[in-house]
């Protein structure tokens, strides 16, 4: 029998399927746009080093009606979570903010707003709309923290500090705004000991959500150059899950997982080549699990 509270389909962790049918009692798909944002490191010329150039020749019309037809394919009856992932979606003025906020929410069967942004890309001005906007749709801000550990930030050339990110959190809570924070596992020189520990700093802070990425090499990053010349080692797909099965265990149950392992652009990575294959990696953690008879928050002191 699992005994994981938070679930109806026997995952021994809290899934955002789990959670979006408790919230809204139907059918809930994210649908990713690209709205053709920039980055401050990148306008700066020094991006993180394992930032990947993509663009989205499409505009947000041609996305939207792109993926609606693929979800209605799989799901007819859903409504949608708009996604804007790609790079940093609070990184523009606040007219050019509205404009796009607002297109986007006025599709239809649009019932909610996802915004992937950086820390330090929230401006009072900003945070002020995004409580405007909260108290009129389903609004989530998901923040890159990547790791807790600001050695590692400085090496990966993140461009803020725990801090910085401590006050995003802050200020997002403050006007009941949703938080996902983004983390990355296999960071040169961590240690499984400082990667807890970041999960650890995790359940300190009023988050909903959380994903954990491995850490993946693409061609034409500066990450790319750095690993040809240190050579660091990268975690093997048991290591990775044993890994994710341990932050699991001591993270807090009702912390919502929105994903537990990256989609890589295959036509340009390097290494790792195990995380091609997803469903393997999450299978193996369910797996895992299992053959603990553990679960999210077992070891949790929360």
Same mark, same amino acid.
């Given at each position: ?15 955002? @399927?789990? /959670?979006?049918?408790? &919230?809204?009692? !139907? *059918?809930?798909?994210? =649908?990713? +746009? ?54 940093? @979606?609070? /990184?523009?003025?606040? &007219?050019?903010? !509205? *404009?796009?906020?607002? =297109?986007? +929410? ?60 401590? &006050? ?135």
């Amino acid at each position: 029998m699992n005994p994981f509270l938070y679930t109806f389909d026997n995952k021994r962790y809290h899934t955002l @399927n789990y /959670y979006y049918k408790n &919230k809204y009692k !139907r *059918k809930v798909a994210k =649908l990713t +746009l690209d709205a053709h944002f920039s980055c401050p490191n990148k306008d700066q010329g020094q991006p993180c080093i394992y930032c990947h150039e993509s663009f989205n020749p499409l505009s947000l019309d041609e996305q939207y009606h792109e993926q609606v037809k693929i979800v209605k394919n799989k799901w007819p009856d859903a409504v949608y979570i708009a996604y804007l992932g790609y790079s940093t @979606n609070t /990184y523009s003025d606040l &007219k050019t903010l !509205r *404009k796009i906020y607002e =297109l986007v +929410l006025s599709k239809e069967n649009v019932m909610g707003l996802t915004i992937g942004t950086r820390p330090d890309c929230l401006s009072n001005e900003i945070i002020k709309y995004l409580k405007e906007l909260n108290e009129k749709t389903n609004l989530t801000v998901e923040l890159g923290l990547q790791t807790i550990h600001d050695k590692t930030l400085k090496l990966i050339k993140r461009g803020h500090d725990l801090n910085c990110f401590e &006050k995003a959190v802050e200020d997002l809570r403050k006007n009941n705004i949703e938080v996902v924070v983004h983390i990355i596992n296999g960071l040169p020189g961590e240690s499984k000991k400082m990667m807890l520990e970041t999960i650890t700093y995790l359940n300190t802070l009023d988050i909903q959500g959380l994903k954990i990425h491995m850490l993946h090499i693409l061609k034409d990053t500066e990450l790319e150059t750095y690993y040809q010349n240190n050579k660091f080692k990268l975690l093997s797909k048991k290591e990775y899950i044993s890994l994710v099965c341990d932050q699991l265990e001591r993270l807090n149950p009702k912390i919502v997982i929105h994903r537990l392992t990256g989609d890589p652009d295959t036509k340009d990575l390097i290494e790792p080549k195990w995380i091609v294959k997803k469903v393997n990696v999450l299978n193996g953690i369910d797996k895992e699990l299992f053959e603990r008879n553990s679960y999210q928050g077992k070891k949790s002191e929360i």
